[in-house]
């Protein structure tokens, strides 16, 4: 597939297809957990774009863990020999009530699911945050309740997929992406309603 142009509209839409693929998953009713999935819509050097799917089978808990697992899948994508255009995460988190403590220490928290986009546009990261809550069934199984939007909600977390790249490329002397990819690291990061997974 040719490459198109990435504007907020087209990560939206591919954000809400992960959201789709991850609402079709856990409706089975089989999931006790969910495991971290990263999208990745990649671009190759000749313009063509594709799409690869990471299940992140990796320690997902620590931020360090978190970072690294960003960076793991960003050197993947150049090891492909393709630059990330856009990209989505999935992932469970703990919510709380307040933010007297952090949630997973929280005695009344819950569970929701988060799938963020993230791409560069116009020279500046923007993002697509979708969550869902969660609960329990009977027998312990994750059931997730109706994906929403969050509007001005990012995950700063996803930079690390490009830094993941972007080390390799350097390194090597690829660093251009491929023509028509977003500039990559052109402008600090905007202010956003920042979530912690």
């Known amino acids: 597939m040719k490459q198109g142009l990435v504007t907020r509209e087209r990560l939206e839409e591919f954000t809400r297809d992960h959201v789709t693929w991850v609402e079709k998953c856990v409706a089975d009713g089989d999931h006790a957990d969910w495991m971290p999935h990263l999208s990745v819509l990649c671009t190759n050097m000749k ?3 594709s799409v690869t799917m990471m299940a992140l089978a990796i320690p997902f808990n620590t931020s360090k863990e978190k970072v690294d697992a960003m960076r793991w899948a960003g050197l993947q994508v150049f090891q492909d ?9 999935s992932v469970g ?3 709380a009530p307040e933010a007297s403590c952090e949630p997973k220490d929280h005695p009344d928290r819950g569970e929701c699911l988060i799938v963020c ?9 923007a993002y697509a945050f979708h969550s869902a809550t969660c609960h329990r069934s009977a027998s312990n199984k994750l059931i997730a309740g109706p994906f929403h ?9 996803m930079r690390h997929v490009y830094s993941g790249w972007a080390a390799p ?4 002397g690829q660093a251009v992406p491929p023509s028509g990819a977003p500039g990559l690291f052109t402008r600090p990061i905007g202010k956003a309603k920042e979530a912690s997974v």
């Open 117 to 125: 986009g993230m791409s560069i546009v116009n020279g500046e990261a």
């Open 93 to 95: 988190a703990w919510v």
């Open 81 to 89: 020999l393709k630059a990330p255009t856009m990209f989505v995460l």
């Open 149 to 157: 939007r969050i509007e001005g909600a990012a995950l700063p977390l």
């Open 47 to 49: 313009g063509e774009e």
């Open 169 to 172: 490329a350097m390194a090597s």
